[in-house]
């Protein structure tokens, strides 16, 4: 079993849809969540991280934690074509301080 | 303010020559990490540096020498490479390393290819 897991996509949905990207994990003590977006050929950028059961929202994006269920989502709202990228999920564990990397959805909201 | 910057942005270096990558982030971030990342792939870890020392090595070959000259700096030093080490380069930083809460920023990468 990967220690965390991600759908690779692509998840296609349209302009002004909510996109829904999950994320499972295997550590049950891990501690720290986190989202990357990154564009083709750029570097990967932080965009939420969520620390407690339940939701976070900033702006358009929402994160939603499940330790229970060792489970990770993020929304976004109101999609545009510039959402368009690989979205990443990192856990950090209670038994490790590194990054724990999914392998990324590919996200592509079409016009 | 959350910038890292990394150089160059692109090397291509033949499998004698010594190159360096380096990096700098001015937030007094006491962590920093350098990543490897193949297309299609994430990132993965190669070392880690905390409070300036050496925490991590994550196994990467000798021909990897990492340096951190000060709490701002970091470089990768690269000797005798081979073209599958052709890759994004990426270097992070965050407050701290071990606990959790600390998030990683990431800077733009160098991409290297070997010949």
């Known amino acids: 079993q990967k220690e965390v897991e991600q759908n690779s996509g692509p998840l296609s949905v349209p302009e002004g849809a909510i996109a829904s990207l999950n994320c499972t994990y295997s550590?049950?003590?891990?501690?720290?969540f986190f989202w990357y977006r990154q564009y083709s050929g750029k570097s990967p950028e932080l965009i939420m991280s969520i620390y407690s059961n339940g939701d976070k929202e900033d702006g358009r994006f929402t994160a939603q934690l499940n330790k229970a269920s060792q489970y990770v989502s993020l929304l976004i709202r109101d999609s545009q074509p510039s959402d368009s990228a690989t979205y990443l999920c990192?856990?950090?564990?209670?038994?490790?301080?590194?990054?724990?990397f999914g392998t990324g959805t590919r996200l592509q909201v079409f016009p | 303010d959350t910038e890292v910057t990394q150089t160059p942005k692109h090397l291509v270096m033949g499998m004698t020559n010594k190159k360096s990558l380096k990096c700098e982030q001015h937030m007094g971030h006491r962590a920093m990490y350098w990543y490897k990342q193949k297309a299609k792939k994430p990132p993965e870890l190669m070392f880690v540096?905390?409070?300036?020392?050496?925490?991590i090595n994550e196994s990467v070959p000798s021909r990897f020498s990492p340096e951190c000259p000060n709490s701002s700096l970091l470089n990768l030093h690269l000797h005798a490479l081979q073209p599958e080490d052709s890759a994004l380069y990426l270097c992070?930083?965050?407050?701290?390393?071990?606990?959790?809460?600390?998030?990683?920023?990431f800077g733009p990468g160098t991409r290297l290819t070997v010949t």
């Open positions: 550590d049950r003590v891990s501690q720290s």
């Open positions: 540096y905390s409070y300036e020392k050496l925490s």
């Open positions: 990192a856990v950090k564990g209670r038994n490790t301080d590194k990054l724990i």
């Open positions: 992070a930083s965050s407050q701290d390393y071990q606990g959790a809460g600390y998030e990683q920023y």
